[in-house]
């Protein structure tokens, strides 16, 4: 039970808090898919999504082959280790026209950033819900914010993608409009 508990902390905690950071900065990278997401708030799951795709926290997962299997003309073996490298996936132009381009509006619901299968991510819906709601309230109440370019540092890791810091400015204010 602390063991799973445990694995809950550290999936659910640094995946989703790069999420919220990967989502701000490719919205700030593109403006127009910034424009349409504050004319049509709708579209906040779909950048979620596309976030998800296009730099999800995650890159790789580690499998072990049991038996021998063939995949793509080549034949593993028993006990062979295998990276699953689910960030080139996300990109692969056979599934996503386009790959390369970040667009809030696509259908990207095929991509595996969350895993697939037996391991599928236990945490997804929650993470999906926790940066629907956070996205929103950015959308709401800081709409002009500026990512300070010079102060991003990434996180250095092969796995994990995102930031350690993003300082970004903008104007206080309530709810847009709220009185
Ligand atoms: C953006 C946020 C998240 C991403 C990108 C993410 C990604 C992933 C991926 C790729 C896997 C599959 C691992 C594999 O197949 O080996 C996974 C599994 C898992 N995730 Fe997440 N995750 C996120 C959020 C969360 C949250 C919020 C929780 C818990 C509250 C969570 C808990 C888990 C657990 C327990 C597993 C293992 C499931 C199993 O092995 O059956 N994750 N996650």
Redesign the pocket.
């Known amino acids: 039970m602390v063991s799973v508990l445990f ?2 902390i550290i ?2 905690n640094e ?2 808090t790069k ?1 919220l950071g990967n989502a701000l900065y490719w919205l700030w990278r593109n403006p127009g898919a910034r424009a349409a997401v504050r004319r049509d708030p709708t579209l906040v799951p779909g950048w979620i999504e596309e976030t ?1 795709r296009y730099d ?3 890159q790789m ?1 580690a499998r072990t082959v049991r038996g021998q299997l063939s995949f793509h003309g080549h034949t593993l073996r028993d006990g062979e280790r295998l990276l699953l490298l ?1 960030g080139s996936a996300n990109r692969d132009e056979r599934a996503f026209e386009d790959p390369d381009v970040f667009d809030v509006r696509r259908d990207a619901s095929a991509h595996v ?3 697939k299968g ?7 819906s ?2 999906r819900l926790e940066a629907r709601i956070a996205l929103e309230e950015v959308q709401a109440r800081l709409p002009d914010f500026e990512i300070d370019a010079p102060g991003l540092a990434r996180v250095h890791s092969v796995n994990v993608r995102g930031f350690s810091s993003m300082p970004i400015e903008f104007t206080p204010r309530g709810r847009e409009g709220a009185p």
């Open positions: 694995l809950m999936a659910g995946t989703t999420l998800l999800g926290s995650t997962l689910i950033a969350f895993g037996t391991h599928f991510c236990l945490g997804a929650l993470a």
